[in-house]
């Protein structure tokens, strides 16, 4: 059994992985909340030995948790855990940016998707909204724009007259109220933004590209697209199941 997880800035998801490669349990924390406490009480529910555990591997964007949950499996497992980027993924991906500033969530998408022919372009709805271009066994950097959760937030906390709204996939531009103009604005304005920059990074790097789509409000947004797109919920998981490969 492997223990693998993403530590992002706002959720973090823990999952047990078999032999096999399956997920079997999956736990999800907003990452500002956990605690040794939590961690214990959550992992009490997978019901697992201490020698069950093989593999213990993370990436992460907020290192001081990442140590917190380090802390706690290694001694609750006996087990070495691991920080993507402390790997040697030279043997999984060419990499032809700052590896130093690069977020291991990023990485890790790429790792899920590499092959020797298909091209792809990596869409996240997280914290910020992050494209990420794949070029075969090649990471070359990508696109970092704000995310949608923290900029409605932003918008809501400034803006006095504006009141707490769930965005939702609208037909019409033109709003007939404060609320339908805000779920316009961002609807509109992100599938805007999202097409633009895709047609950008085609038209620099002279190449066809898959788009796969991951994150929160990926669900929002995977019909919104003028091509067919791939959602995938678990890519980030997927790269660590990939490079855990690398842990002997």
Known sequence: MKILGDIGNTETKICLVNSKNKIVKKINFKTRNIT??????????????????????????????????????????????????????????????????????????????????????????????????????????????????????TLIKKATLIPKINLIRVKKVIGANTISAVRSGFFWGYSGLIDNIINLIKKETRKSFKIIITGGFSELFKKSFKKKVKHNKDITINGLIKASKLIN
């Open 36 to 153: 040794l406490s939590i961690l214990m009480n959550n992992f009490s529910k997978f019901n697992i030995k201490k020698d069950e555990i093989t593999k213990c591997l993370f990436c992460s964007v907020v290192p001081k948790v990442f140590r917190l949950i380090k802390l706690f499996l290694t001694k609750r497992y006996n087990v070495k855990c691991y920080e993507l980027k402390n790997l040697k993924l030279s043997s999984l991906l060419k990499i032809k940016v700052n590896y130093d500033q690069i977020g291991s969530d990023r990485l890790a998408n790429a790792i899920a998707l590499i092959n020797k022919k298909d091209n792809y372009i990596i869409l996240d709805f997280g914290t910020a909204t992050t494209f990420d271009v794949l070029i075969k066994d090649t990471y070359y950097g990508g696109v970092i724009a704000p995310g949608i959760k923290l900029s409605l937030s």
